[in-house]
């Protein structure tokens, strides 16, 4: 059997597949509703795939015409106005409760605004303030936060920032390790639900349970779990945790980050940022500072009110999808691709640092490849759209939202050329 013949069969046969997968998924309907290529919009006739919603997600359809509306109307015509009328000033807290039910977060502990980077640095502060609470006399003080030494670079430097001004010391592990290093001086952990590299999913409701066990307060970063997979913050009991919306949340590029509060913990947050907006009277223009409650005390200062409601429109995609469902269909999705791989790409070529097993899988696949950065750039060319990260990972994102298993199957082939 010549080479081009076996290939030829492995194509139809995995194409079939595509066929049948896309057949029977109940969210394939909702691609509608993005702004994605079509046919026409490249050179060879076949549409683009788009792999990297995990870097930037693809533009919601409802988007343009909202902005539209906020700059010439809400801005244009009612100005000053809008801060009431149009509801820009409450705009926060109402866009963290529409992001609440996809992290699993009852109303009222989610605000939204400034970047994640700014949250990660309110969060882990107020964790180490509140972690020294309440010590016995005598006792040690709690004065170290544990990171993720293989986290997405901003959380560790931060986190560098947020120990020297606490008095604390930095503790680098990876997070299987966590449970090994917790004892009576650990005030806070910062962890990532998923890996931004290889794509693993860590375990946020065994690592919290430990943390809490040594007294200390969990912080989870979710920008690559939030809209891809099941969160469940409140069933956890998370402490903290922070996430950004460009990603799976599809907000638009550096659209507004959130920050959550556990609600018994609320009253004791004490931000390192207390700008007038998280004023209990922020028109009062008293001098001494007040605490609001709740949500609001998260916020800073002024809103970016078009990217904030740029997210708000963007969000609308999610009315009546399930969560379970998306995490069902991002499960499939990259199954799917890892055996087109598996059966296009001659031994050796790639290998693949996303685990297998679902329970420890994110919504992406990394793969390590020689000469990955050029091998990204020409599968770029022919319309596949991944990211690259450095050294020698190829990262492909799979948003359940939008990308079909056709569109798998055929990125698994332009890599197999491209390789090939
Ligand atoms: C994308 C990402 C960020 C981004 O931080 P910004 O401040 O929004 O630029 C932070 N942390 C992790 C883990 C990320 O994946």
Redesign the pocket.
């Given at each position: 059997m010549s080479e081009t013949y076996e290939f030829a069969e492995k194509y139809e046969e995995k194409a079939a597949q595509a066929a049948k997968l896309d057949a029977a998924d109940g969210l394939a309907a909702l691609r509608d509703r993005f702004v994605l290529d079509t046919a026409s919009d490249h050179a060879g006739g076949a549409a683009g795939v788009y792999l990297d919603g995990n870097?930037l997600g693809a533009l919601p359809r409802a988007v343009p015409g909202r902005i539209e509306d906020v700059v010439r109307r809400q801005w244009g015509e009612l100005r000053i106005r809008s801060w009431d009328e149009s509801g820009w000033w409450t705009a926060p807290e109402r866009i963290g409760d529409r992001i609440a039910p996809l992290v699993g977060a009852a109303p009222g502990q989610i605000v939204v605004g400034d970047?994640?980077?700014?949250?990660?640095f309110k969060a882990l502060v107020a964790a180490v303030r509140m972690a020294g609470e309440g010590g016995s006399a005598g006792a040690a003080p709690r004065d170290e936060i544990v990171v993720d030494a293989s986290?997405?670079p901003?959380?560790g430097y931060i986190a560098e920032s947020a120990a020297r001004m606490t008095g604390c010391r930095i503790v680098p592990v990876l997070p299987a390790d966590v449970p090994g290093v917790l004892g009576p001086r650990t005030a806070a952990v910062l962890l990532?639900h998923v890996d931004?590299r290889t794509g693993r999913l860590h375990d946020l409701p065994g690592l919290t349970a430990a943390v809490h066990a040594a007294g200390a307060l969990a912080v989870w970063?979710l920008?690559?779990s939030a809209g891809a997979l099941p969160v469940e913050l409140d069933a956890h009991g998370v402490d903290l945790a922070?996430?950004?919306t460009?990603?799976y949340l599809n907000g638009g590029p550096?659209s507004p980050?959130y920050l959550y509060v556990r609600r018994e913990l609320q009253p004791r947050f004490d931000s390192p940022l207390p700008g007038w907006n998280s004023h209990a009277e922020p028109f009062g223009m008293r001098p001494e500072y007040e605490a609001g409650s709740g949500a609001v005390r998260g916020r800073v200062g002024t809103p970016d009110i078009l990217s904030m409601l740029a997210l708000e429109a963007a969000l609308e995609v999610w009315d009546g999808v399930s969560i379970e469902a998306v995490r069902a269909k991002s499960l499939a999705l990259t199954d799917f691709f890892l055996e087109c791989v598996d059966a296009y790409v001659p031994r050796g070529l790639v290998e693949s640092v996303t685990p297998s097993a679902h329970a420890e899988r994110g919504s992406q696949v990394a793969l390590r490849c020689e000469g990955a950065g050029d091998v990204m750039r020409r599968l770029i060319e022919r319309g596949v759209v991944g990211d690259y990260r450095a050294p020698d990972i190829l990262r492909f994102g799979f948003t359940p939202l939008y990308v079909s298993f056709a569109e798998v199957e055929r990125a698994a082939r332009v890599l197999r050329d491209v390789l090939g």
């Amino acid at each position: 059997m010549s080479e081009t013949y076996e290939f030829a069969e492995k194509y139809e046969e995995k194409a079939a597949q595509a066929a049948k997968l896309d057949a029977a998924d109940g969210l394939a309907a909702l691609r509608d509703r993005f702004v994605l290529d079509t046919a026409s919009d490249h050179a060879g006739g076949a549409a683009g795939v788009y792999l990297d919603g995990n870097s930037l997600g693809a533009l919601p359809r409802a988007v343009p015409g909202r902005i539209e509306d906020v700059v010439r109307r809400q801005w244009g015509e009612l100005r000053i106005r809008s801060w009431d009328e149009s509801g820009w000033w409450t705009a926060p807290e109402r866009i963290g409760d529409r992001i609440a039910p996809l992290v699993g977060a009852a109303p009222g502990q989610i605000v939204v605004g400034d970047s994640t980077s700014v949250n990660v640095f309110k969060a882990l502060v107020a964790a180490v303030r509140m972690a020294g609470e309440g010590g016995s006399a005598g006792a040690a003080p709690r004065d170290e936060i544990v990171v993720d030494a293989s986290t997405f670079p901003t959380d560790g430097y931060i986190a560098e920032s947020a120990a020297r001004m606490t008095g604390c010391r930095i503790v680098p592990v990876l997070p299987a390790d966590v449970p090994g290093v917790l004892g009576p001086r650990t005030a806070a952990v910062l962890l990532n639900h998923v890996d931004y590299r290889t794509g693993r999913l860590h375990d946020l409701p065994g690592l919290t349970a430990a943390v809490h066990a040594a007294g200390a307060l969990a912080v989870w970063d979710l920008c690559h779990s939030a809209g891809a997979l099941p969160v469940e913050l409140d069933a956890h009991g998370v402490d903290l945790a922070v996430g950004c919306t460009y990603k799976y949340l599809n907000g638009g590029p550096g659209s507004p980050a959130y920050l959550y509060v556990r609600r018994e913990l609320q009253p004791r947050f004490d931000s390192p940022l207390p700008g007038w907006n998280s004023h209990a009277e922020p028109f009062g223009m008293r001098p001494e500072y007040e605490a609001g409650s709740g949500a609001v005390r998260g916020r800073v200062g002024t809103p970016d009110i078009l990217s904030m409601l740029a997210l708000e429109a963007a969000l609308e995609v999610w009315d009546g999808v399930s969560i379970e469902a998306v995490r069902a269909k991002s499960l499939a999705l990259t199954d799917f691709f890892l055996e087109c791989v598996d059966a296009y790409v001659p031994r050796g070529l790639v290998e693949s640092v996303t685990p297998s097993a679902h329970a420890e899988r994110g919504s992406q696949v990394a793969l390590r490849c020689e000469g990955a950065g050029d091998v990204m750039r020409r599968l770029i060319e022919r319309g596949v759209v991944g990211d690259y990260r450095a050294p020698d990972i190829l990262r492909f994102g799979f948003t359940p939202l939008y990308v079909s298993f056709a569109e798998v199957e055929r990125a698994a082939r332009v890599l197999r050329d491209v390789l090939g």
